[in-house]
């Protein structure tokens, strides 16, 4: 019974566009915890034995919280399941605290992946392309490098299926789009590879060795001392781009609501609350609420 109680909920959520691969190899394990004990039904104290067997408090409260979704919809359908309590592990929360790039850091870094060796060869323009493109438009690293030449059209580019299994269309400032063309041309279309973004050998590029090469650039920056917490990680492009655009929002409410939730889209989230959780305090926010503060204390 718990078996087809699980095939049923995962093509439901799937059928929605989740992927499920986790959910569905955290489910079947305690499934199978379940029928061990001969029990065809939910029951609480099994289940939180059974998380508790993860071995961090992280895990156990990620397994139990699966689980709960799991148990309500299968609760729906018999009311002898149970669905466990909420907060019987308590996973850390820790946010990590990025690396905000300047508009110098970043002319800093592309200047740098532009004298990349070997001098004359694709590979400068490869890395200073993709650089510059994470910067300008907030991709995830993922995008960029899945990218096909048939998903650059005049309109920007096409992200397609991407963390939720949603197509979007970036639009391009003209500068970029005039960039990504330079580097097209460049690079030449091989019958063998679509991909915008390739090796010497005209291969795709794995995304551990772009994360090596950007983290051989960042560090010769310095950024890794200047950052006091491990340096930067190639993701931080893309919260110093949801930052800066949020800077550049006229400072009142009705705009500040209607830019995020462009820039949700823009940015591919499920829900404007992703969206928040990129912004972080800069000088010139931190300077824009306390005038904005000021002005309300005022009675402006």
Not at 3 to 25: I, K
Not at 215 to 226: F, N, P, S, T, Y
Not at 247 to 271: F, K, Q, V
Request: aromatic letters at 10%.
């Amino acid at each position: 019974m718990l078996t087809n109680l699980v095939d049923a909920y995962l093509r439901l959520r799937r059928a929605t566009g989740w992927q499920m691969r986790v959910q569905e190899y955290i489910l079947r394990g305690f499934v199978a915890f379940a029928k061990a004990r001969g029990e065809t039904h939910i029951k609480a104290l099994s289940a939180i034995e059974w998380a508790a067997r993860a071995p961090s408090e992280g895990q156990r409260a990620n397994r139990l919280g699966m689980l709960r979704v799991f148990a309500r919809f299968a609760r729906a359908e018999d009311p002898g399941h149970e669905v466990p309590p909420h907060g019987v592990f308590a996973a850390p929360k820790v946010r990590y605290a990025p690396f905000i790039f300047s508009e110098s850091h970043v002319k800093e870094l592309v200047r740098r992946a532009w004298q990349l060796p070997p001098p004359g060869s694709l590979r400068p323009w490869t890395y200073s392309t993709l650089f510059s493109l994470l910067a300008a438009t907030g991709l995830r690293i993922s995008e960029a490098l899945n990218l096909r030449y048939d998903d650059v059209t005049s309109d920007g580019l096409v992200i397609r299926e991407t963390k939720f299994r949603k197509s979007r269309l970036v639009p391009l400032h003209p500068s970029v789009a005039t960039g990504l063309e330079r580097y097209l041309k460049r690079r030449q279309p091989t019958a063998h590879n679509e991909h915008v973004f390739v090796t010497l050998r005209g291969t795709a590029i794995r995304y551990q060795t772009v994360i090596t090469t950007f983290l051989r650039l960042v560090r010769a920056m310095g950024i890794h001392a200047e950052a006091g917490h491990g340096g930067a990680r190639i993701h931080d492009l893309r919260h110093s781009f949801a930052v800066r655009a949020l800077e550049l929002c006229p400072a009142s409410r009705p705009a500040i609501d209607a830019h995020m939730m462009a820039l949700s889209t823009y940015m591919g989230h499920a829900n404007v609350e992703s969206t928040y959780w990129y912004l972080h305090a800069t000088p010139r926010l931190l300077a824009e609420v306390a005038d904005a503060t000021e002005k309300f204390v005022k009675g402006e």
